[in-house]
């Protein structure tokens, strides 16, 4: 859940990024191209079509919890086929996924998060968001072995992340040792990023005990 959490907030972060710097980006888009498209022209229309997707997505985020996936498929169908390779496109895809893993059709979320995955930057933060919740997806519908291959990429943006769900999908499948293996990679990024202890350092120990890889303290005695 707080995960789950972490993942809405970073979406809407993103998006107010998106809406407070998108002139900005376009008018440095359009620089490095030259320009000589009709400079005016073609930046008015590409701030019109940026504001309209922004819009379109805030539509989808407000009736998200009231649709359900069935109305909201078709916000999310409309503003596809309007703004389609725009990034919001992307976003509404993970919007209808979420709703769709919340009513246990991991189906359609799997559908939707490939979508949204295929469509952003994988290098991007965002992608990298969509291919952690996609792999998530995978394991919750039983394709655990597609889901290993995504986390075992890796993410620059989310190695804790990467590194715990593929602790918990082995886990899961029984795979005790490998499951240690990628919550010791967990932790030691989180220690990296100066994270302190929490529900990772239980998960670790709890295996070592399971194991026997733990260390014993000096003085008790076997």
Known sequence: MAEHMQDEEQLEAIK????????SVITAFLVAAGGTLGWSQYSDYRASEAAAAANGYDIVVEQKNEL???GLAEL???????????????LASMQLASVA????DYELAIE????????LDPTS????????????ALAAGGR??????????????????FSQALGDVHLAAGREAEALDAYRMAQ????????????????????????????IPEGVIQ
């Open 16 to 23: 107010q990024w998106w809406q407070e710097n998108k002139v």
């Open 68 to 70: 359900g996936s069935e």
């Open 76 to 90: 999310v169908g409309d503003l596809r086929e309007e703004h389609a390779g725009s990034i919001y496109s992307g």
């Open 101 to 104: 893993v919340g009513e246990g």
């Open 112 to 119: 939707e998060l490939t979508r949204a995955a295929g469509e």
């Open 125 to 136: 933060t965002i992608g990298q968001m969509a291919q952690l919740r996609l792999a998530r």
């Open 144 to 161: 655990e072995d597609e889901a290993i291959r995504i986390l075992e990429v890796g993410s620059a943006s989310f190695p804790v992340s």
């Open 188 to 215: 030691s990024a989180s220690l990296d990023m100066g994270r302190g202890p929490g529900l990772l350092e239980l998960k670790v120990t709890g295996l070592e005990l399971r194991l026997g890889e733990a260390g």
